[in-house]
């Protein structure tokens, strides 16, 4: 009689745990006595604060800088420094060995700031001087392009904007608001093999709330705003040639590709959104609680995971952590908090990958997370 009614129980019991549907945070190994400014670049702890650089392998420590940019395969570490009106660039590995340096060619204002330097995967550098100039160094610090992106309006326009492929064969640079004739415009321009710029986008009363160029640098998706209006997402290869455009009520914030290129994945502060990139099917979306920071679609496990939590760029920290993932093909939703805060830095570009069957990762925080999920 207890057998039968174990046999019972087990039966009563098993479709529970098959359904069962749980998400897992851990913080890596490597990372998880990182404070708020640390970060892991190449598997070397870096300190990033805005007063101080320190690379924890060789104890190399730098102070007043203008800026610092860690290159897309966290090999090179660029940093910027001014005395006077003259610029010095500096360019090391991620242990903090100096390869080279050399001065600008242009000269810095002490008063603007707009400076800042992006860093090449080949020890490249890219440096803007004023809020539309830019020079393109090689290894040896010679300039082997350079560029103004100004408008040419009298109104006025903010600060030009720089993406860049994960491969570093797309760059894009962008004029985010033009004032003219009373609207806000926007212009993006591309990058060719000549080292020229080629204009690839033009709205005379759109103005660009961000840009993202997929890995590969194919592909590139503008969001554009306009008051009164829908947000809209621009989705066009390096050459301008526009492959969709997709219209939502949203606040959008940003936009990501699939490692397929087949998907984008489009997000505001409260919500994400995945469509098809050719025809602009929506896929799925989800309404979230906590305020998106981050978003990916992952067309492998059908899913989509949002990274979420109240985000402040004055201290570059999130506080109130969350991860939500979403099943599409289920149809089910499952989340939770990670406790403490995890800091961000403008020299690395956070971003979630996909370590292998339901298993993810959040890259470039000071604190790097599995996220492992079971639906």
Known sequence: MAAFALRVLFIVLFPSIVLAQSISLSITAATSNNNGNTF???????????????FS??????????????????????????????????VYDAKGKLLTTYSSTVTLGTSDPSKAIYSANNGHVLLRDNITRFSFYDIFGNVAASMSSSSQSKQGEKISQVVTSQDQSG????????????????????????????????SQD???????ISDNGDLIVLITGKSGAQDKAVIMDLYGNVLNSISVDDNLKGGSF????????????????VYSLL????????SLDGKVFLADYFPEDDLILAF????????????????????????????????????????????????????????????????????
Do not use: C, W
């Open 171 to 202: 760059t894009v640079i962008y004029n985010p608001k033009i004032k003219r004739n009373g609207k806000l415009a926007s212009r993006a321009q591309s990058k060719r093999a000549d080292n020229n710029f080629e204009q690839i986008f033009y």
């Open 308 to 375: 979420t939590g109240n985000y402040s760029a004055g201290s570059g920290m999130l506080d109130n952590p969350s991860f939500e993932a979403i099943n599409l093909k289920k149809r089910s939703i499952v989340s939770k908090e990670l406790s403490g805060s995890v800091g961000f830095t403008k020299a690395l570009t956070p971003k979630l990958i996909r370590i292998s069957d339901d298993s993810y990762e959040l890259k470039n925080g000071s604190n790097e997370i599995r996220i492992e999920t079971d639906f």
């Open 258 to 273: 699939s490692s397929d290129y087949g998907f984008i994945t489009l997000y505001s502060s409260s919500r994400v959104m």
């Open 57 to 90: 392998s060789s104890g190399k420590t730098i102070t007043d800088f203008l800026d610092v940019d860690v290159s897309a395969d966290e090999s090179i570490v660029s940093v910027l420094q001014q005395s006077g009106d003259d610029g010095t660039i500096s």
């Open 206 to 212: 759109r103005y660009l709330k961000d840009v993202t």
């Open 279 to 286: 025809d602009g099917d929506r896929l799925g979306s989800t």
């Open 40 to 54: 892991l670049v190449d598997g070397n702890k870096v300190t990033i604060k805005s007063d101080r650089l320190r």
